[in-house]
């Protein structure tokens, strides 16, 4: 049987697909629970304690649609930020921010720029809106700045992506270069730095606040699934002029978020002692995740993010080889999409237990191929 | 300071608003917490004791994305609703699953059904796409399936929408009529059922899952927002053919369902003693609520919803003052939009503390007009 047969044009071109495979579905596939879950830099060092605490409270409340104007959380994340409530929206995790963005800006044809390789779920939202990807290759394992400026300036694109840190390799700008890249966007071109990392980053990799908060061309998203140990939450916030900001408004799903997640936002913001806590973690799993790999032969690259790119010498086939390997010791890992990128593997930090799987099982892996 | 200059044309058209004011905003404009909060057909009665339970459980696992397949739930909706798994796809609520449908069928002027005062979040939505909202009257406070029929087929429109029971008033068709209405929409037009309240309505008002499940051209929408107490948690379905469902996988945010909302949901449905209290406990609440009013001197309508519509007799500014008045004594309830369904105002069903204090108010708030 056919599906309804009147869709549009642009969404009977599209492919339905999941553009990742989740975790569970390779445990669905083997019939049993993964050893350690490495794949998708979510943190195993979980929430704070505060936070779940806090998710106990707001479990009754559940029955409440949550404030449409996400009053509150803007309020909290303004003082911490050092901005004002409206230069800020909340979303349903980055992802749902990316998608709301890409739809303020493209039309069927409308060219996009973005790193070849990078974040895939924004290439996914421009192709669901009929944008034309125009992709920027790497530079020395590292997104282009001057590249992609160049690019967004020859394809007069209103649209440019941009990952500081750097998703799928862990690369990093400094803030100095980052700023300076940021100011010279053309003013017709919507920027988004995606700081998705940016907790994990050194300090000197994030431009302040307030050196772009006056740019109407200049989104940065930021997320609560990562550092802050809450990728199931669903939280994720966009930073920019409060005239931009306000165009979220216009075609946001205004009682999206869950009530129960933006408690848990809440009291994960509230408690930095926390999150210095869990960096702290990260960075020991980073290192252990350095020595492993080069104990085995491997690459780690330089990572600003809670996961590591480890070269592994040679193709993508080799790569993806060792990422099936591993799946199959139940140590869940992803790996960059295309070349030169898909050479390495991407693990995530997490708990020692888990660094002990990953040890444990990729000499075996590595022997058998 | 303007926003970003180039957004797309339709962006730029629309305007930048809060459909709805949160309670939370009245409480914040009133400097203190609702008496009682009966304005958003919540279920104040609450989730189960055993989906609290399943949230603290879940809050452990925070730190990971949700499964994005759904697999679990859509097969234990599956399980519940006799259908398969591919029969379904899951959404943040149903408030994104109609922005997604419309999306998928909407250009700009695109014609668009709905009844005139029907469901406002799905005119923005349709809005939000450039569609054209082409409204039939109800008919004695229903929604009028013949003349909406009339209306998809005079204008050639795609997408139909028809709530059963219906929101603003409460109303409902038989079983019988909305199946016949349904197989009556043509094949070029998609028709949304919307059963967000269907819980709570009479047995002979729903359909059976069976006798629509093979039109590709019918999407029935469902919710764990009403009677399953979990506004808050975002957790809506769509029920179509596999080929149209599919679709969804075309645009969805693949990684946007809370997990906490998710293991909520799973353990709500589970709980079927509970929700049958519930469902109790609701028409307890809707008979009072029709005592309260008709001893003011107003006419409650009769309701297969969570809900009760009153006719307050008179115009919409008198029912709008009525709803002013409960508001400033605390008591949030809503009203429709437009005559002449305003006449009415709209009371959410609720705990009987919250029925005391609108006994209390009502007569002091119509007395003073």
């Not at 300076?180 to 998705?196: S, Y």
């Not at 080069?294 to 600003?304: C, D, E, I, K, V």
């Not at 060792?322 to 199959?328: E, F, S, Y």
């Not at 139940?330 to 708990?351: D, K, Q």
Request: contains cysteine; hydrophobic residues 45%; charged residues 20%.
């Amino acid at each position: 049987m056919p599906a309804f047969t009147r869709l549009t044009p642009l969404i009977t071109s599209l492919p339905s697909t999941v553009p990742f495979v989740g975790p569970e579905a390779i445990e669905r596939q083997m019939g049993k629970p993964l050893a350690a879950r490495l794949g998708a830099n979510e943190s195993g060092f979980g929430p704070a304690p505060s936070v779940i605490e806090a998710i106990g409270k707001a479990a009754l409340d559940t029955w409440k649609y949550t404030d449409p104007e996400n009053f509150e959380l803007k309020e909290a994340l303004a003082a911490h930020l050092g901005c004002k409530a409206d230069n800020i929206a909340v979303g349903e995790g980055v992802d749902s921010i990316l998608g709301m963005i890409v739809r303020m800006v493209v039309e069927p044809g409308t060219p996009v720029i973005n790193s070849f390789g990078g974040y895939p779920t924004f290439n996914y939202h421009v192709a669901g809106f009929g944008g034309k990807l125009v992709t920027v290759p790497y530079e020395n394992d590292r997104e282009n700045p001057a590249a992609l400026l160049e690019a967004a300036r020859r394809e007069n694109a209103p649209l440019l992506y941009f990952a500081n840190p750097d998703n799928p390799m862990g690369s990093w700008r400094s803030a100095d270069e980052v700023e300076a890249f940021a100011k010279a966007v053309p003013e017709e071109t919507l920027l988004v730095l995606d700081e998705a990392y940016i907790e994990c980053a050194p300090a000197d990799a994030a431009p302040s606040i307030a050196s772009l908060i006056d740019r109407p061309n200049v989104i940065r998203t930021r997320t609560f699934s990562k550092a802050y140990g809450l990728a199931g939450a669903r939280v994720g916030y966009a930073i920019g002029t409060p005239e931009t900001i306000r165009t979220f408004d216009k075609i946001r799903n205004h009682f999206g978020m869950a009530r129960i997640s933006v408690a848990a936002a809440l009291a994960a913001l509230k408690d930095q002692a926390y999150l210095q806590e869990v960096l702290g973690k990260i960075a020991i799993s980073k290192a252990r995740i350095g020595e492993i790999t080069r104990a085995n032969g491997l690459t780690p690259l330089p990572s600003a993010t809670n996961f590591v790119a480890v070269d592994c010498g040679r193709d993508g086939d080799y790569a993806r080889a060792i990422v099936n390997g591993l799946g199959a010791h139940g140590v869940f890992i992803r790996m960059p999409g295309v070349a030169p990128l898909n050479r390495c593997i991407r693990i995530s930090a997490g708990v020692e237990s888990d660094m002990a799987k990953l040890e444990e099982a990729l000499p075996q892996v590595l022997k058998s191929l």
